[in-house]
């Protein structure tokens, strides 16, 4: 203790010396050097490649030819002339729009079910551990699960013909009626628990004496639950409802590994799209320009998502 | 009086155990599935009508896999990449957060926006020039390649979950340092990191399930089967033999494990720090 004041105390004495000023200016550079090294990575992995990329979009044979001429806009003419371009903009938006308002409907009852007190604390959490489960798997393993179950000599298919539901057996993925379908469905089975989650933590953080109160006022059960629990958790809800928006519109693992976008385009959403433009038809140019559209479309909804984080 | 009391207590209890039942059909029965799949021959997992469990348990498909070095060395890569990049990460995103948790400085605001907005950029957008570059780099099928470009969605993250719990610790404990005339950088690692655990735990293990799970990177960056992770390989095996459904199943029942056991140690930590900073963040 002694010894280290007598350090600080020369330390000071030395900075006096060399000037004031100078100490204090070195002291300010302290932030920085802390917060360089993750800032240094990012620019280098993220703002360089966006910048080329944008440049690859506004050439003609990016990648490929090595005096690759300026071509304008004109990569971004022929994506939009594209017709696949466009049913994939409206595959990926049903994708998305179902995938989020089901994640959202299935998290929030299951994370209303496991709020209540009506159950053994036990019970709920062991099945709070295994309502989460979906979330740990890799898209690939979701992926092969579901093509097992949905196989037209599968499980789901038997059970749905033993009830008389279907009578033929349906081949759920590799039906241009039906892959859309299936498609979206194994993708709110895998993505309700991060909405479960954080509803919990918010039904766990609403006040008790709201409750009291309203129940005072004659309130019952569902009054409580539109007037009270919901607009609670709605800053959660608008937070994750935006981030699921922008990680749900450029899922490729699930689509790739179920379907692959076909039968003849039925479920080519807008990253499966952009990837085949790339690296089956080597049309980098192409494929930047088209890159180049879900960016700037996840960026605007990420503009409302840092708003919205930043109101609260 | 008898009857409204089973309206208002008994009913709801029923409901709520019957929802909690369906709730569980929904999420785990998949899993099971795949599990006992693993563990039925492969004549048996089409078998009608359906049964869950398998007339004879047979591990030969998990055998299979222990035998083909190939598949083998899928999981030492998905270990050895996943291993690395969370180690990096943490270091750079425990540096980064005391950055952020303990000083206000200029750009700060923005510097924060930046980490955010990078949790959202679309990963195919980054992919292309990442081709480019690793080509021109000559890094193109190397760990590195793969090591350096998952940084850039696993670092956001960690950056958030750290600085959400290092916002919870007091100031006085580093400041005590400074008092005595210790410099921040030893307050950092005496101090911050050793009542850390709990946070750098869940950082860690969420890092890891990002390293563990990526496919995209890994499909386009790498090209020979020494270096293909788990996913890619189950990607592989489902292409060369389509109708060999319960050696997929084991392989992703070994490809899910660590994750399973992670989160089953880690969970407390790991769902405190997910709801902090997916929540608040």
Redesign the interface.
């Known amino acids: 203790m002694n010894h280290s004041a007598t350090a600080l105390v020369a330390a000071h004495a030395k900075a006096r010396r060399k000037g004031w000023l100078r100490y204090s200016t070195l002291r300010k550079l302290v932030p920085y050097f802390y917060v360089s090294p993750a800032t240094l990575l990012l620019v280098l992995l993220m703002l360089f490649p966006m910048v080329m990329v944008f440049k690859y979009s506004l050439m003609d044979g990016a990648i490929m030819k090595k005096t690759a001429a300026f071509a304008g806009v004109q990569n971004y003419v022929t994506i939009f002339e594209n017709p696949v371009f466009w049913q994939s903009v409206a595959q990926t938006l049903y994708f998305t729009i179902m995938s989020v308002v089901f994640h959202f409907i299935i998290g929030l009852a299951f994370a209303l079910l496991l709020n209540t007190n009506r159950v053994d604390p036990l019970i709920r959490s062991i099945l709070r551990v295994l309502f989460i489960l979906p979330w740990l798997f890799t898209a690939v393993i979701i992926a092969i699960i579901w093509r097992l179950l949905l196989d037209p000599n599968g499980v789901v298919n038997s059970v749905l013909m033993a009830l008389h539901i279907i009578n033929f057996k349906v081949e759920w993925f590799s039906s241009t009626r039906t892959a859309i379908h299936a498609l979206t469905f194994a993708n709110i089975w895998a993505g309700y628990p991060l909405y479960m989650v954080s509803l919990l933590a918010g039904l766990q953080g609403i006040s008790k004496e709201l409750y009291e109160a309203a129940g005072i006022d004659g309130a019952n059960g569902l009054q409580k639950f539109w007037y009270i629990t919901i607009p609670q958790l709605m800053p959660i809800i608008i937070s994750i409802a935006l981030l699921d928006f922008i990680w749900t519109m450029q899922v490729f693992p699930l689509v790739w590994m179920t379907t692959g976008g076909g039968p003849i385009y039925s479920t080519e959403v807008l990253s499966t799209f952009t990837y085949k433009l790339a690296f089956s038809q080597y049309e980098f140019s192409l494929a930047s320009a088209s890159a180049m559209i879900i960016l700037i479309i996840s960026m605007s909804v990420t503009y409302f998502y840092i708003k919205h984080q930043q109101r609260r | 009086m008898a009857k409204r009391s089973f309206k208002s207590s008994v009913l709801?209890?029923i409901l709520?155990?019957l929802?909690?039942a369906i709730?569980?059909v929904?999420?785990?029965f998949?899993?099971v599935?795949?599990f006992f799949?693993s563990l039925k021959s492969n004549t048996e997992?089409?078998a009608?009508?359906?049964r869950l469990l398998p007339d004879d348990f047979t591990v030969a498909a998990y055998l299979t896999i222990f035998n083909d070095p190939v598949k083998v060395r899928f999981f030492i890569n998905s270990y050895f990449v996943a291993g690395v990049v969370t180690g990096l990460t943490l270091l750079?995103?425990i540096?980064?957060a005391?950055?952020?948790s303990?000083?206000?400085?200029r750009f700060?605001n923005t510097?924060n926006?930046?980490?955010?907005?990078?949790?959202?950029?679309?990963?195919?957008?980054?992919?292309?020039?990442?081709?480019?570059?690793v080509?021109a780099f000559r890094i193109f099928d190397t760990y590195l390649a793969l090591i350096?470009?998952y940084?850039?969605f696993t670092?956001?993250y960690a950056?958030l979950l750290m600085t959400g719990y290092l916002n919870t610790l007091p100031k006085e404990l580093d400041e005590a340092v400074l008092v005595?005339?210790?410099s921040?950088w030893t307050a950092l690692w005496r101090v911050i990191v050793p009542v850390s655990i709990p946070g750098i735990v869940a950082t860690a293990v969420y890092t890891f399930?990002l390293a563990?799970?990526e496919?995209?990177f890994a499909l386009?960056l790498t090209k020979s089967m020494d270096l293909r992770t788990?996913?890619i390989g189950?990607?592989l095996l489902?292409g060369q033999h389509a109708f060999e459904?319960n050696e997929?199943?084991a392989m992703?029942v070994l490809?899910?494990l660590p994750?399973?056991v992670l989160?089953?140690v880690a969970?407390r930590y790991f769902?405190a720090g997910?709801?902090a900073g997916?929540?608040?963040?």
């Open positions: 709801p209890t709520t155990y929802g909690l709730g569980l929904f999420s785990a998949p899993i599935w795949m799949s997992i089409f009608l009508p359906p750079v995103a540096v980064t005391y950055g952020f303990r000083y206000q400085f700060k510097l926006i930046f980490i955010i907005s990078t949790q959202t950029v679309p990963p195919i957008t980054l992919l292309i020039p990442y081709f480019g570059m080509v350096l470009t940084m850039v670092l956001p950056v005595d005339g210790g921040s399930l563990w799970n496919f995209l386009t788990v996913p189950i990607q489902m459904w997929m199943m992703s490809g899910s994750l399973l989160y089953l969970q769902l997910m709801t997916s929540v608040k963040s």
